[in-house]
């Protein structure tokens, strides 16, 4: 497969009129509803584990351009950034790895075939209306690498009548962004399209005062749903396309220590799905779906190809379940049946590299989930079987239960689960031949862990309050064992990692045209003792919103990272990174119907600092842009 087979299969996907999500509901109905927080979109009251929605205002409010710093904002949730626009951005969330957590976008896993880990660089915010996190081990509903949780990416559905937008915004480090949207009816249906683009000379990553590594983002999304037998038949349909090229530094010499060279990284990514769901007399419903990821990476040293790999995974979904009432209490059981096969190819440059470099993986799967509630109590109970032609079947479950006292507005809740990771076909199999060596017997990575919580909400100040508690322990954790010689290979560690720490929330309303939401998380992360790195033990945030006259808009945020420890290659030795403290802002002026001008900074204080040893990151930022809606 080539690049240009996959740019074909891209514009084949968005031609179709294209859709949204796991469901047909509107962004309306969506926001008493979390997808991901069963295996049937569910209200967000009704979860046991520890869930939080980013909806369009807090998204605007920031102001960010890629949705790896709105996630900044969240509770449980460390960024490590590899350097300034584009660069490696990896997302931890409860101290998990970065290939431990399931990203769902429009309802199709979007992780790499290749390591699981989904790569955020690409992921801009134009056109996403909402993201939703439920942490901590979630297997039994989403399978392989949900240990830390799942984060799910929903963009904007059609409807109504027409409507247009655009938006464009410059500024600092000659970085120029734009994005467009046609949505509406079509005839019984809804269907929208946006494209948005991203372009920047960028920073010298080396920080050794060479050329500028700059990055080029383009995306286009699609979505497109209809009745086909009113809602006993809906056909939903949805596509995106993500084309990037980030240029970056390398350590040639191996002291640990980037060199200013030319590199580059060359992605083109395609999501796709297709899905035919109804809703039946007597509160039965089903769905059917096809999910489609490609991904095609290509890297480049000095202008010369270096090496390449695709990946391919192929979903199947069938589900099918009951809504109601008996026995004076709300049910429901969904009963879900999956197939998937992923295939990868991998061209490491090197002439008879081997036949291990081609390889396919297929998991079946079966699993129920079932929810419960009657007068204050909940109930939500799932558990999953995998069969897997290369590892060991494996059975993952979890249990919670939660507790409401409408008298004082408050819920508690606590939930048990397990959560498996199954090994990377680079940890399997290689990548650079003679130089990372695969392991073909790898174990999976199993975790189990357990968290109590408490919602409270205060009526009279119109403030949502959030408090939990969460411990795991990991067993066979992967890691990267490094040999003399610079050769190194793929191992399970005999060892139990333990993760624990306090995840608190609050979103205050005081004013119809004024929102504060922050997030504080309180973070231990040990490996037979020892602290892991990238994993601050201390992250918070606030995020504010304000509309002081009708024309005018204000956002605001600040997120702190405490000290965190990172690996020196050059000395092997393990150091402490400072915190720091990133602000934010944008302000907004509607100068005529439709028409506003925006002027947004990012890393305001003029921060120094850094997220991974050795890359340099950006300093203070402004940017201007006007946008339009009709």
């Known amino acids: 497969m080539t690049r240009t087979l996959l740019t074909s299969t891209a514009l084949a996907l968005l031609a179709v009129p294209p859709a949204f999500a796991q469901t047909a509901n509107t962004s309306e109905e969506l926001d008493e509803l979390i997808v991901i927080g069963a295996l049937d979109p569910i209200p967000l009251e009704d979860v046991t584990s520890s869930a939080t929605i980013i909806g369009r205002d807090e998204i605007a409010a920031r102001g960010d351009a890629f949705i790896s710093d709105i996630l900044r904002g969240s509770a449980g949730i460390a960024v490590s950034q590899s350097g300034g626009f584009g660069g490696l951005t990896q997302v931890r969330l409860r101290g998990s790895e970065a290939n431990q957590t399931v990203v769902l976008i429009d309802g199709v896993e979007a992780s790499s075939p290749f390591t699981g880990e989904f790569e955020f660089a690409n992921l801009q915010t134009a056109n996403v209306e909402r993201i939703e996190i439920l942490r901590g081990e979630q297997s039994a509903l989403w399978g392989s690498d949900a240990i830390g949780g799942v984060i799910n990416i929903v963009t904007r559905p059609g409807g109504g009548a027409p409507s247009y937008s655009a938006a464009v915004e410059a500024g600092s480090f000659n970085t120029v962004r734009g994005s467009a949207r046609i949505a509406?009816?079509?005839?019984?249906?809804?269907?929208s399209l946006s494209a948005s683009a991203f372009d920047s000379d960028g920073i010298d990553v080396s920080g050794q005062g060479g050329e500028k590594d700059g990055f080029e983002n383009l995306t286009l999304n699609g979505s497109f749903a209809y009745p086909l037998l009113g809602k006993a038949a809906r056909l939903i349909l949805t596509?995106?396309?993500?084309?990037?090229?980030?240029?970056s530094d390398p350590d040639i010499d191996f002291d640990g220590a980037l060199d200013n060279a030319d590199r580059l990284?060359?992605?083109?990514?395609?999501?796709?799905?297709?899905?035919?769901?109804?809703?039946?007399?007597?509160?039965?419903?089903?769905?059917?779906?096809?999910?489609?990821?490609?991904v095609d990476a290509e890297n480049y040293a000095d202008g010369a190809f270096d090496n390449a790999s695709i990946g391919r995974r192929w979903d199947f979904e069938g589900k099918a379940g009951w809504r109601g009432r008996a026995l004076n209490a709300d049910h429901r059981l969904v009963a879900l049946v999956e197939s998937e096969t992923e295939m990868f190819k991998n061209d490491g440059g090197i002439p008879g590299a081997?036949?291990?470099?081609?390889?396919?993986?297929?998991?079946?799967?079966?699993?129920?989930?079932?929810?419960?509630?009657?007068?204050?109590?909940?109930?939500?109970?799932?558990?999953?079987?995998?069969?897997?032609?290369?590892?060991?079947?494996?059975?993952t479950w979890r249990v919670g239960a939660g507790w409401r006292f409408a008298a004082i507005d408050g819920k508690a809740r606590a939930s048990v689960g397990e959560g498996v990771t199954n090994p990377g076909v680079f940890e399997l199999f290689g990548f650079f031949p003679g130089s990372f060596v695969g392991n073909p017997d790898l174990q999976p990575e199993n975790s189990t862990g357990w968290e109590i919580g408490w919602d409270q909400r205060v009526d009279p100040l119109n403030l949502d309050l959030s408090a939990t508690y969460f411990e795991s322990r990991l067993e066979n954790e992967i890691y990267t064992a490094f040999n003399p010689d610079f050769t190194s290979t793929a191992l399970n560690r005999q060892t139990e990692s333990e993760r624990n720490g306090v995840e608190l929330e609050a979103s205050w309303r005081p004013l119809e045209t004024l929102f504060i939401d922050g997030a504080l998380t309180l973070l231990e992360s040990d490996e037979n003792g020892a602290e892991e790195i990238r994993r601050p033990e201390t992250t918070g945030s606030l995020t504010a919103g304000w509309r002081p006259a009708d024309r005018w808009r204000i956002g605001a945020s600040a997120d702190y990272v405490g000290d965190q420890l990172d690996t020196d290659f050059s000395?092997?030795?393990?150091?402490?990174?400072?915190?720091?403290?990133?602000?934010?802002?944008?302000?907004?002026?509607?100068?005529?119907?439709?028409?506003?001008?925006?002027?947004?900074g990012e890393n305001l204080l003029d921060e120094d600092y850094v997220d991974v040893i050795g890359f340099e990151t950006q300093g203070a930022a402004v940017f201007a842009g006007l946008s339009w809606k009709g």
């Open 571 to 600: 000395t092997g030795q393990t150091i402490t990174l400072d915190a720091y403290t990133l602000v934010g802002a944008v302000v907004g002026y509607e100068f005529a119907d439709g028409w506003e001008a925006t002027l947004r």
């Open 239 to 247: 596509g995106r396309y993500q084309d990037a090229e980030a240029q």
């Open 184 to 191: 509406g009816r079509v005839g019984k249906g809804r269907a």
């Open 354 to 395: 081997g036949e291990n470099q081609k390889q396919e993986i297929t998991n079946d799967a079966v699993a129920l989930d079932y929810g419960f509630s009657a007068g204050p109590a909940l109930l939500n109970a799932s558990i999953r079987r995998d069969f897997n032609d290369r590892f060991d079947n494996v059975t």
């Open 265 to 294: 990284r060359a992605t083109e990514e395609v999501f796709g799905r297709a899905a035919l769901k109804g809703d039946l007399d007597g509160g039965f419903f089903y769905e059917g779906s096809a999910g489609l990821t490609l």
